[in-house]
């Protein structure tokens, strides 16, 4: 298993109640929060999720150990209706990103190095590839993704659509390398070709929409008085759950954050990653 460093988590456990009896943990990812979790609270149940079954099988084994106290489900956190017949979680922790095992592990292709078939989705059993994405996705939609999702400019993010057109329209871009290449023909280095992986990995993935669907179920989800904790590395994702806790504050529901909480200088030297993390902590009102 690559080592994944989990991010503020101490910022997390401090936020987690004493009084909590079921927390779900709906990136689980490697587990490293939820098995943080399950150390410091001896009588907390974990339900662990993850919409990536290869990772989400190895963190079931990894975590075997704790029995009871910690189960699994491979979904996405837009499937929230598997949670309509269990209690109430009385805490929910999302850590949106990818997992560091998707960038090292290059055969998924999500990553620019390596050469890999250029899949980039979390669920390899759902959905489209980022292949079949970029075989028939418009001129116009492969620009707004990039201006959306990758901060692009305009006139840059058309001409970079505009050499994937080309270039496909010569041969299908089926691998990681080949995508590359015409991103480095464009002029971009590895930094910006970086972006524009992750820009088309949003978009195969749908990851605003998860979050927004995610976003708007949350009341129903959450036991009364329970908390929601949310870590995001995207500015977009940011704004989305931020501007989602201020309409819940509307509501009667507490802000624990008033501004997002980040990474210290000490865990950024740590982990170069955690550098633009942020966490936002809400709690649902008593009712
Ligand atoms: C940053 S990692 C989580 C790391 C984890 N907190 C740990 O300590 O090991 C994010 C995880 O979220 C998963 N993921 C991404 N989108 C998801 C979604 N819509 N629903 C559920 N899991 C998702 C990814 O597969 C990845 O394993």
Same mark, same amino acid.
């Given at each position: 298993?690559?080592?994944?460093?989990?991010?503020?988590?101490?910022?997390?456990?401090?936020?987690i109640p004493?009084t909590t009896q079921f927390l779900v943990d709906w990136t689980l990812?490697?587990g490293?929060h939820t098995?943080?979790i399950l150390?410091?609270f001896?009588h907390i149940k974990v339900l662990g999720i993850d919409r990536?079954?290869?990772?989400f099988?190895?963190t079931k084994?990894?975590l075997?150990?704790y029995g009871t106290r910690f189960d699994t489900q491979q979904w996405s956190y837009a499937d929230m209706d598997i949670l309509t017949n269990q209690t109430k979680p009385d805490y929910i922790l999302l850590?949106?990103?990818?997992?560091?095992?998707?960038?090292?592990?290059?055969?998924?292709?999500?990553?620019?190095?390596?050469?890999?078939?250029?899949?980039?989705?979390?669920?390899?059993?759902?959905?489209?590839?980022?292949?079949?994405?970029?075989?028939?996705?418009?001129?116009?939609?492969?620009?707004?993704?990039?201006?959306?999702?990758?901060?692009?400019?305009?006139? +840059? !993010?058309?001409?970079?659509?505009?050499?994937? @057109?080309?270039?496909?329209?010569? #041969?299908?871009?089926?691998?990681? &390398?080949? =995508?590359?290449?015409?991103?480095?023909?464009?002029?971009?280095?590895?930094?910006?070709?970086?972006?524009?992986?992750?820009?088309?990995?949003?978009?195969?993935?749908?990851?605003?929409?998860?979050?927004?669907v995610f976003l708007q179920k949350l009341p129903d989800l959450l036991a009364s008085g329970g908390k929601c904790a949310?870590?995001?590395?995207?500015?977009?994702?940011?704004?989305?759950?931020?501007?989602?806790?201020?309409?819940?504050?509307?509501?009667?529901?507490?802000?624990?954050?008033? +501004? !997002?909480?980040?990474?210290?200088?000490?865990? @950024?030297?740590?982990?170069?990653? #955690?550098?633009?993390?942020?966490? &936002?902590? =809400?709690q649902k009102?008593?009712s």
């Amino acid at each position: 298993m690559i080592h994944h460093i989990p991010v503020l988590l101490n910022e997390v456990l401090a936020s987690i109640p004493e009084t909590t009896q079921f927390l779900v943990d709906w990136t689980l990812g490697h587990g490293w929060h939820t098995q943080a979790i399950l150390e410091k609270f001896s009588h907390i149940k974990v339900l662990g999720i993850d919409r990536d079954p290869l990772i989400f099988q190895k963190t079931k084994e990894k975590l075997a150990d704790y029995g009871t106290r910690f189960d699994t489900q491979q979904w996405s956190y837009a499937d929230m209706d598997i949670l309509t017949n269990q209690t109430k979680p009385d805490y929910i922790l999302l850590d949106i990103w990818v997992n560091m095992e998707h960038y090292k592990d290059t055969s998924r292709g999500f990553s620019i190095k390596g050469e890999a078939p250029l899949d980039m989705r979390f669920d390899i059993n759902k959905g489209i590839t980022a292949k079949e994405w970029l075989t028939r996705a418009k001129p116009e939609d492969i620009t707004k993704c990039f201006v959306e999702y990758a901060d692009f400019t305009e006139p +840059k !993010a058309q001409e970079l659509a505009n050499a994937i @057109i080309r270039a496909r329209n010569k #041969s299908p871009l089926t691998t990681t &390398r080949q =995508l590359r290449q015409v991103l480095y023909d464009c002029g971009l280095g590895d930094p910006a070709s970086s972006i524009i992986f992750q820009a088309i990995r949003i978009e195969v993935n749908q990851e605003l929409e998860q979050l927004k669907v995610f976003l708007q179920k949350l009341p129903d989800l959450l036991a009364s008085g329970g908390k929601c904790a949310i870590i995001t590395f995207h500015s977009t994702e940011d704004r989305m759950v931020k501007n989602c806790f201020k309409e819940l504050l509307q509501k009667g529901w507490n802000l624990i954050t008033k +501004k !997002a909480i980040q990474p210290t200088y000490q865990e @950024i030297q740590r982990n170069k990653a #955690s550098r633009s993390a942020k966490l &936002r902590i =809400l709690q649902k009102n008593i009712s």
